[in-house]
């Protein structure tokens, strides 16, 4: 509370900013989604379409403006930041990476494997 | 202020009981670490997702070939237009809260209404839309076959646009094979809803149809999926073919494998739960406002919370939007 009880003044500015460049983002989203550019969709970077990282990559910066502007933790405190921001993103990468490494193992079973899925 | 918190008297005292070492109340602390932990529980979702589909990496459905509906646009191919508009009024609905919590720190209560209610219409909306996209997915559009080893096989024309099962079906009208309900039959037993068309009309039909293929879950290089040939296509139907499914559900999936429907299913349905949710907190709020609860309070604090909440439900979208449609 220490942030907004000492001043009132009003920052609908920077709301509409924000929303902006949300949309924006959505914008160059969708629009990338729908035409899929060829040099974007054949090119791989670490096992995955750099179409995909730059969706990945556009997605975790609309989260930023939402969490540090719309949900107001920029004005938090550090501990409060730190507790709430370090402890997902930690849990989640590591999350991620152990279920992506074990499915893409079990895809290389099945393929590989003697078994025919296909019938 | 004085209402919300109790106050101990021992605030000046470290270890007194009253200090707020985050400098945030405590409502709004425990707001932060349980959006933390659905977080988490999303993740767990959405990373379950993510294995599922590396599992299937090469044969996962195309997103955009099963969102491809618009309103009053029947027929018309229009992928992620839908969705799209779908984020845009999610994130508008979280601009129009947080323009509400901003009012609600200049204590004018006439605004924090406005823009509450404008809030609780976009979520409002964003459910009902959400509602619709699943009655596109459960109906389905074209139908396909299903193989013995639980393989989905679609029609294709020439061109490689679907093709409608009943634009192939030969209906043999002979045929009288009934629905068994508990009524007719055995009487604690029943089957699940029969499909229009019998596997045999299909054949029939596809046999005269010189121009159709099928098109298998495979996916090429291209990240298209694999087109037979004409014999290839009339071999895998006669041989492997049992069955019709039209339209998903959890268990059989025109469109592809039933996990993606699974998932589907499970992660908008999760979120689609938080947006509903969000709107009932949100009415209570709004109610509250309305009443001059944080007038007389003398402080909009709980509008702050459950703003919280309902830009944590945006923030989710922002993600399941990714991964299901984009990605």
Redesign the interface.
């Known amino acids: 509370?220490?942030h907004?009880t000492a001043h009132?003044e009003?920052?609908?500015k920077l709301?509409?900013k924000?929303?902006f460049i949300?949309?924006v983002i959505?914008?160059v989203?969708?629009f990338l989604?729908?035409i899929k550019p060829a040099f974007l969709?054949d090119t791989t970077f670490i096992s995955m379409k750099l179409l995909?990282w730059i969706?990945?990559i556009?997605?975790i910066w609309?989260?930023y403006y939402?969490?540090w502007?719309?949900?107001?933790m920029e004005g938090?405190?550090k501990?409060?930041r730190r507790s709430?921001v370090w402890?997902?993103i930690f849990?989640?990468s590591y999350?991620?990476f152990i279920?992506?490494t074990?499915?893409?193992y079990?895809?290389e079973v099945?393929?590989a494997g003697h078994k025919?899925?296909?019938? | 202020?004085e209402t919300a918190v109790t106050k101990t008297g021992t605030e000046d005292k470290i270890w007194g009981g009253g200090n707020q070492?985050?400098?945030?109340?405590y409502g709004?602390?425990m707001m932060?670490?349980f959006?933390?932990s659905d977080?988490?529980t999303f993740?767990?979702f959405l990373?379950?997702y993510?294995?599922?589909?590396?599992?299937?990496?090469?044969s996962w459905p195309i997103a955009?070939e099963v969102f491809n509906h618009f309103p009053f646009l029947h027929g018309v191919d229009a992928?992620?237009?839908y969705v799209?508009l779908m984020?845009?009024i999610l994130?508008?609905s979280?601009?129009t809260?947080?323009?509400a919590?901003?009012a609600g720190?200049?204590m004018k209560q006439k605004k924090v209404i406005l823009y509450m209610f404008l809030t609780i219409i976009g979520g409002a909306i964003f459910v009902g839309s959400q509602a619709w996209e699943w009655k596109n997915f459960i109906k389905g559009e074209y139908g396909a076959i299903e193989?013995?080893?639980g393989?989905i096989l679609q029609f294709v024309d020439a061109d490689g646009h679907r093709v409608k099962l009943e634009d192939i079906a030969i209906v043999d009208h002979h045929s009288d094979r009934a629905q068994h309900e508990s009524k007719n039959g055995i009487w604690y037993d029943k089957e699940a809803t029969l499909p229009t068309y019998t596997i045999a009309e299909i054949k029939a039909g596809f046999t005269k149809r010189k121009d159709i293929v099928l098109r298998?879950q495979?996916l090429t290089d291209?990240?298209e999926k694999t087109i037979l040939s004409r014999e290839e296509s009339l071999k895998r139907l006669n041989k492997?073919a049992i069955g019709i499914v039209e339209g998903a559900n959890l268990v059989h999936n025109e469109y592809g494998t039933p996990l993606f429907a699974n998932f589907f299913f499970f992660i908008t349905g999760f979120h689609g739960f938080h947006v509903f949710s969000g709107v009932i907190i949100n009415i209570i709020i709004f109610i509250n406002v309305i009443l001059g609860t944080y007038e007389r309070r003398k402080n909009y604090?709980m509008v702050e919370k459950v703003?919280?909440y309902w830009?944590?439900v945006?923030?989710v979208w922002?993600?399941v939007?990714?991964f299901f449609?984009?990605?």
């Open positions: 509370m220490a907004d009132h009003s920052n609908t709301i509409w924000v929303f949300l949309s959505t914008i989203e969708v989604g729908i969709v995909n969706f990945i556009l997605t609309k989260a939402i969490t502007s719309f949900m107001h938090e405190t501990g409060l709430v402890t997902g849990l989640v999350l991620i279920l992506l074990e499915g893409d079990i895809y099945f393929k025919s899925w296909d019938f | 202020m070492p985050l400098k945030v109340s709004k602390m932060w670490f959006i933390l977080a988490l993740s767990g990373a379950a993510g294995f599922s589909r590396f599992k299937f990496i090469d955009d992928p992620m237009y799209a984020t845009f994130i508008f979280s601009v809260m947080v323009l919590v901003d720190h200049q193989t013995r080893g393989q298998t495979i291209k990240g492997d604090e703003g919280l830009h944590f945006d923030l922002v993600f939007f990714t449609y984009l990605v």
